[in-house]
T-cell receptor, first 113, second 113 residues
């Protein structure tokens, strides 16, 4: 069973619109939760990192939230740009086995002009 | 400063062959992790090395092995290649343990025919 599940699997929105990507996890306890952006054929690039005690973290137009009670995180992208087209991956580091970080399958986001 | 570098960029092998992938971390980083990313899925953790010692191992068969050198660069070896080993192999470096942000290389695309 996937310990980190993301939704939707894919999403298409118009340039300039906002969107929210979801991440549900069962990993508990955990050290931190991160969101990465991965362009096609490239390595992932870190967007945000939150410890279990943090509720929100922003990086420019990207804002990540974390609800440890419901074990949910979201990534909100405002005023989307064509360059935001990529896969967005949620990653959780288990507290008990910090080296074995767990990746979600990602949400493929496409921005249309 | 150069980011994480990986070589080769692309590689084509046939079943049963052996392959060695290489990774150079960001200068000063002592931790290197390897991931396998099959098309359309999130990366799967293979190994983490820190200060030349194996810190973690994912659920991969013994055909997969790795090592880290005194200069903190790393190699991933895969023996007896199978068709299912075709994937993007990502290397990530960090200052120390997995609670640090990992910086990913561009990956090596391995195709097994």
């Amino acid at each position: 069973k996937n310990q980190v599940e993301q939704s939707p699997q894919s999403l298409i929105i118009l340039e300039g619109k906002n969107c929210t990507l979801q991440c549900n996890y069962t990993v508990s306890p955990f050290s931190n939760l991160r969101w990465y952006k991965q362009d096609t054929g490239r390595g992932p690039v870190s967007l945000t990192i939150m410890t279990f005690s943090e509720n929100t973290k922003s990086n420019g137009r990207y804002t990540a939230t974390l609800d440890a009670d419901t074990k949910q995180s979201s990534l909100h992208i405002t005023a989307s740009q064509l360059s935001d087209s990529a896969s967005y991956i949620c990653v959780v580091s288990p507290y008990s086995s910090a080296s074995k970080i767990i990746f979600g399958s990602g949400t493929r986001l496409s921005i249309r002009p | 400063d150069a980011g994480v570098t990986q070589s080769p960029t692309h590689l084509i092998k046939t079943r049963g062959q052996q392959v060695t992938l290489r990774c150079s971390p960001i200068s000063g980083h002592k931790s290197v992790s390897w991931y396998q990313q099959v098309l359309g899925q999130g990366p799967q953790f293979i190994f983490q090395y820190y200060e030349k010692e194996e810190r973690g191992r994912g659920n991969f068969p013994d055909r997969f092995s790795a090592r880290q050198f005194p200069n903190y660069s790393s190699e991933l070896n895969v023996n007896a290649l199978l068709l299912g080993d075709s994937a993007l192999y990502l290397c990530a470096s960090a200052w120390t343990g997995s609670t640090d942000t990992q910086y990913f290389g561009p990956g090596t695309r391995l195709t097994v025919l």
